[in-house]
């Protein structure tokens, strides 16, 4: 399977302040999504990010708040902006490599505090 | 979209002990996947049973599926203190490569 390196690994940030967490795989992947974990809680997915062009959010997240890019088929950045204590989880980015009879592999992570 | 639902939430046996963990959806699926997640780091993919499938092995892991029941299970058998972790299930969402996830189960191996 892919290798996906997500950075940074973990981070402290002030409250208004933005950061952008990259996402690099080893290899050209079909589809790239972000996920965000709250404390204690399961995954629930960001957006699916397109190569080349604007992501798709899900309900509950906009694009303002959460910028994503894509620019190939191994790279994608979120950016978490304006940042308060309530975007404290983890976020992390997933790969599908060929069509959708694959598994989607997770990069590590991204633990997110925020002051 | 509507997430599953896993239970226990919690399960803590004795290490040797067999593990099993209950998953339920509500859409339908092109296939389901099992996940472990070790203390709040990234996900570990550990099976992916399809649709048209019953019944998964991997190692020490058992995966079922019913699709009329819109259910899966996990077996870990002979469990050993390094399978304690979250173990979460995650669905296609009606066919979409998106996932949707389970509460996830908690599973703590006692030595």
């Known amino acids: 399977s892919a290798v996906i390196s997500q950075k940074p690994s973990r981070d402290i940030c002030q409250r208004g302040t933005s950061l952008t967490i990259q996402c690099q795989v080893d290899?050209?992947?079909?589809?790239m999504f972000w996920y965000r974990q709250q404390p204690g809680q399961s995954l629930t997915l960001i957006a699916t990010?397109?190569?080349?062009?604007?992501?798709?959010?899900e309900s509950g997240f906009v694009i303002d708040k959460f910028p994503i890019s894509r620019p190939n088929l191994t790279f994608s950045t979120l950016t978490v902006s304006n940042m308060s204590p309530e975007d404290s989880s983890i976020y992390l980015c997933?790969?599908?490599?060929?069509?959708?009879?694959?598994?989607?592999?997770f990069g590590d992570g991204t633990r997110l505090s925020i002051l | 979209s509507q997430q599953g639902e896993e239970d226990p939430q919690a399960l803590s046996i004795q290490e040797g002990e067999n593990a099993t963990m209950n998953c339920s959806y509500k859409?339908?699926?092109?296939?389901l996947q099992w996940y472990r997640q070790n203390s709040g780091r990234g996900l570990v993919h550990l099976i992916l049973?399809?649709?048209?499938?019953r019944e998964k092995h991997s190692g020490r892991l058992r995966v079922t599926l019913d699709t009329s029941k819109k259910s899966s299970s996990l077996l870990i058998t002979a469990s050993r203190a390094a399978d304690t972790a979250s173990y979460f299930c995650?669905?296609?969402?009606?066919?979409?490569?998106?996932?949707?996830f389970g509460q996830g189960t908690r599973l703590t191996i006692n030595p």
């Open positions: 990010a397109n190569q080349g062009s604007e992501a798709t959010y």
């Open positions: 995650a669905t296609d969402d009606g066919g979409a490569q998106k996932l949707v």
């Open positions: 859409t339908s699926i092109n296939n």
């Open positions: 997933s790969v599908v490599q060929g069509n959708a009879a694959q598994p989607q592999h």
């Open positions: 290899s050209q992947v079909t589809m």
């Open positions: 049973i399809r649709s048209n499938e």
